[in-house]
């Protein structure tokens, strides 16, 4: 679903519009404290990464989001599901990044679940989460998703969640 409403936000398709809130999102270090490679660091990364998402959109009709609180322009962040491959196999990736000025606030957690009610039926939802990343952790325990193994991904070790 390229749009959808939950209580609080309008979580929409991204477009090439977004990457200044990619870039900003992303390039700052708070967000990024967990991600092996730390914060992205030039709008060129940004872009490519804002290509690949859009490319999801394009060639498999299911992507990340731009979170949107109703009735206002400002990205709080970005998530929602993303094909991989991971043992081998596709599955839905959940993934979820706001802005700090955004956390403690249960954004992330109403994405999530909006993302779940989406993945129903498309395949198995899984999020890879950083062993040390405990916010990430809560959001996928309170949306109802239990630690499943630990793998090495990006070179740290981390927790697959599965639904």
């Given at each position: 679903?390229?749009?959808?409403h ?17 870039h ?27 290509d ?7 060639e ?20 929602g ?6 043992d081998?196999?596709e ?23 909006a ?28 949306i ?20």
């Amino acid at each position: 679903m390229e749009v959808v409403h939950t209580a609080r936000m309008v979580l929409s398709r991204v477009t090439a519009d977004d990457l200044d809130a990619v870039h900003e999102i992303h390039a700052d270090p708070r967000t990024s404290v967990y991600h092996p490679s730390g914060p992205v660091t030039d709008l060129e990364s940004s872009r490519a990464m804002l290509d690949l998402w859009l490319a999801d959109w394009e060639e498999r009709g299911i992507g990340y989001w731009a979170a949107r609180p109703v009735d206002e322009p400002l990205v709080l962040g970005f998530g929602g599901l993303r094909r991989a491959i991971l043992d081998g196999r596709e599955v839905l990736n959940l993934y979820y990044r706001f802005r700090p000025a955004s956390w403690g606030k249960g954004y992330a957690v109403e994405l999530a679940r909006a993302a779940l009610d989406v993945g129903e039926g498309l395949g198995q939802v899984v999020a890879v989460i950083r062993d040390i990343n405990l916010p990430s952790r809560r959001v996928a325990e309170r949306i109802g998703m239990k630690k499943d193994r630990t793998i090495p991904y990006g070179g740290v070790p981390s927790d697959v969640y599965v639904t």
